[in-house]
């Protein structure tokens, strides 16, 4: 569900036509519905209502300031994986009580900030990190709560690039090396070991590996128990997928619920992660077609946004819709969008069926709230683009394009070069 319409034929977001919206900030922008974000927010943790939880939004999917905020004043936490998250994350005015922070490579500085900011979670990725945070810990004089994030070995079917769960995989600590750890993060003073974690991958489209995911963290919680070691928290992780294309991703409701009935017994603190099944759906890219052109053998519009802004397509091969902003009668034709990066990996749709854009028109790259704006770059010296939330009939620009100056902020020419 999300509030990307078409009415007398022309794109809105919610009360908001786009083509209004690009008229006053140019292109290529990201463009936010905040009725979306809430609805989504509100059945995912609706889904959960009645067994104890947290639902902590994963930062890096999309770390705008506005958008942690209006997730934060519905009661979101965070997900963060850097010091730079935490920043974000606090400025958003993100309760420290519901910060999770993952991640396989914390520094003492960013250990440190977080103790000091009073998270309530460190997710521990290795042997080497519990002594790390147990040191930081030590010399602030605190103790730092902690879960391990257990690897469980499971195959969540989905592009390699974003399966986490694996034991090949860089993540987490191996299922059967766990107890090991948990012995040795009981032992250390300044560690609190309050959880077990997992994340298992991403845009996943079953429930299943989720629930076999929960089974083996049951099992590691009835043998920590045996060992008197109590655990209050259990942090199952983001990775809930959404329809891009044909996929078909359970609701919310039966994810939550059949993680739910598994959890009955227990006595924990359920904490999730959800980023992409929040945002995904609730952004668009708008960005207009600069050229047309024949190779001979294909079809190629030309458009101002680029693989710089939207890595998705040129990094997973993945899949966003491409609508017009404004629709007209005209022919489909089989085509590429691509952007004016110097490289062949630069499109955000390749060799599909599409509506024949002609130079000037205004495209919208569907289901880019999540992981768009996060992940893009400066590459071919590129601004960044702006980002715009709409709220009823209102449009905010919640991050301005950026700046030449911005561009070159912070570079200097020494002096032997002058
Ligand atoms: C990326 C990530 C998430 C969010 O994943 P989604 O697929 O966007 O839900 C949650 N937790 C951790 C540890 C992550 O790395």
Redo the contacts with the bound molecule.
């Keep these: 569900m999300h509030h990307f319409h078409y009415q007398n034929g022309e794109l809105y977001c919610e009360g908001v036509p786009v083509k209004a919206i690009a008229a006053r900030v140019g292109t290529p922008f990201y463009l936010y519905s905040a009725a979306t974000l809430s609805h989504h927010y509100r059945v995912f943790d609706g889904a959960f209502a009645g067994f104890p939880h947290i639902v902590c939004f ?1 930062v ?2 999309n770390g705008n300031l506005a958008i942690l905020r209006l997730l934060a004043r519905q009661g979101a936490g965070a ?1 963060i ?1 850097s010091g730079g998250e935490l920043h974000r994350a606090l400025q958003a005015g993100v309760d420290p009580g519901k910060i999770v922070y ?1 991640g396989v490579g914390k520094r003492p500085q960013e250990i440190r900030d977080a103790l000091r900011a009073g998270i309530l979670l460190f997710n521990m990725e290795s042997s080497q990190e519990l002594e790390a945070i147990n040191r930081v810990a030590g010399r602030l004089g605190k103790k730092a709560p902690v879960a391990l994030r257990i690897n469980p070995d499971i195959d969540a079917q989905t592009h390699p690039y974003i399966s ?1 769960g694996l034991k090949k995989n860089k993540f987490g600590i191996n299922i059967d090396q766990a107890l090991e750890d948990y012995r040795r993060a009981r032992e250390l003073p300044h560690l609190e070991v309050l959880g077990v974690a997992c ?1 298992i991958g ?2 996943i489209t079953e429930v299943s590996p989720f629930v076999e995911a929960l089974e083996r963290l049951k099992e590691l919680i009835a043998r920590l128990q045996d060992l008197g070691i109590a655990i209050r928290y259990l942090d199952l ?4 997928g959404i329809r891009y294309d044909q996929e078909e991703p359970p609701h919310p409701h039966e994810y939550g619920g059949k993680i739910v009935e598994k959890l009955r017994d227990l006595k924990v603190t359920l904490i999730l ?5 929040l945002v995904g759906n609730a952004g668009i890219l708008v960005t207009k077609v600069l050229y047309t052109k024949e190779s001979g053998v294909k079809h190629f519009i030309i458009v101002d946004a680029g693989m710089n802004d939207l890595a998705r397509p040129s990094l997973y091969g993945s899949y966003h819709g491409v609508w017009p902003v404004v629709k007209k009668a005209r022919p489909r034709v089989k085509a590429s969008l691509v952007g004016p990066i110097c490289e062949s990996g630069d499109f955000l749709a390749k060799d599909r069926q599409m509506p024949a854009f002609a130079p000037g028109e205004l495209v919208a790259v569907m289901s880019a709230g ?1 992981y768009g704006f996060s992940m893009s770059s400066n590459y071919n010296a590129r601004p960044r683009v702006a980002e715009i939330l709409v709220q009823d009939q209102e449009f905010y620009v919640i991050r301005k394009r950026e700046t030449y100056r911005q561009l070159i902020w912070g570079e200097s020419i020494p002096e032997s070069l002058k």
Aim: cysteine-free.
């Design positions: 994963a890096k999917a997900d994986v993952s986490t994340h991403s845009q992780g983001g990775g809930l992660e959800p980023g992409r099944v999540a």
